[in-house]
């Protein structure tokens, strides 16, 4: 029996070409997936890159893969990572190293 595949989305990173990722042009990413409206996202930033601080309308969830990130205050390395509610405020996010990330969010 094969099990089936509806309802899933599987991405291959391989195949999958980089955009740009945020506004300053120091980060990239591969979207891996989406699902329900949300979307699975692989970023490399830069250190220096900064994040545009925002409210969460939804949950967002976060795993730091390599390197070292300062959010809301707090030194994540890798293996660290977050779940921010729906309704909670981004204010501070910067790569204080070069970075690899999941994020996991609904836009």
Known sequence: M???LEGWEIGRAQG???SPWGQEGN???KVI???DGYF????EA???YRGTPHEHKYAEFFYLLAGQIRNQGQVLAAGDGYAAAAGSTHE???ALTP???LSIFKI
């Open 2 to 4: 094969i099990p089936s």
């Open 16 to 18: 999958i070409d980089w």
């Open 27 to 29: 980060a990239r990413a």
């Open 33 to 35: 997936g989406s699902a």
């Open 40 to 43: 699975v996202a692989l970023v």
């Open 46 to 48: 830069d250190a220096g």
């Open 92 to 94: 501070d996010f910067e």
């Open 99 to 101: 970075s690899t990330y």
